[in-house]
């Protein structure tokens, strides 16, 4: 199957914790991207990412930093997570860039308490 | 500020009826997407429509855009209840750069 996969589903921390959330693409794609998406349903791009290249949000807190092994693989981890990091992550993928459609996983839900 | 803005916030109708979702964006964008995302998934591209085309259609759905106007609308014929969902759109502009709106949140009645 072709897509793209998140692991967890959802979590749940206390504040101050370390969280990484998994993100796999199986569509050949070049870029990956992080969205955070609030309970507004506002999506906001957190992560770019190709072979070549990373763009930043230059908004992102610097407790966020991607991870990546290959071209198929982008982590996200957040060190010592606040209660405003509450809400959906979702990975997604675009062929070459963001011009291209952009395929999402089905996201991943935190709660920090 | 959002650079891409959807409205209404809120729509209902019944199913069988058509519907319009607009959006207005604030920057010279390269192409505009319209997605669409069901409860608990994520979002799902239905058209990209490039700066210098007015129009995209793909089957029930009809897309429109004016640069002039900084604006795009996202007709829906024949309205399922399947197509309730959150509609976005997001523009493409500068280098790589994308934007979504928060959204326009479509419900269809039975």
């Known amino acids: 199957e072709t897509a793209v996969f998140q692991t967890p589903n959802y979590h749940v921390t206390q504040v101050g914790n370390e969280v990484s959330f998994n993100c796999k693409q199986t569509l050949g794609h070049d870029t990956m991207y992080w969205y955070k998406q609030d309970s507004k349903k506002l999506l906001k791009i957190m992560f770019s990412?190709?072979?070549?290249?990373?763009?930043v949000n230059e908004t992102v807190p610097r407790r966020f930093s991607p991870q990546s092994s290959d071209k198929a693989h982008l982590n996200l981890r957040i060190k010592s997570v606040e209660p405003e990091d509450s809400a959906v992550y979702l990975c997604?993928?675009?062929?070459?860039?963001?011009?291209?459609?952009?395929?999402f996983g089905p996201g991943t839900r935190l709660t920090v308490l | 500020s959002q650079l891409a803005e959807e409205n209404p916030w809120a729509l209902s109708v019944h199913e069988g009826e058509s519907v319009t979702v607009n959006c207005s964006y604030k920057t010279s964008i390269t192409a505009l997407q319209w997605y669409r995302q069901k409860s608990g998934e994520g979002p799902a591209q239905l058209i990209l429509i490039r700066s210098n085309e007015r129009e995209k259609r793909n089957g029930r759905l009809r897309a429109t855009l004016d640069t002039s106007s900084q604006s795009s609308s996202l007709s829906i014929t024949a309205t399922r209840c399947e197509d309730t969902a959150v509609y976005f759109c997001a523009t493409n502009y500068g280098n790589e750069k994308i934007t979504f709106g928060a959204g326009t949140k479509l419900t269809i009645k039975p």
């Open positions: 990412y190709n072979n070549k290249q990373l763009i």
């Open positions: 997604a993928s675009s062929l070459q860039g963001a011009r291209d459609e952009q395929y």
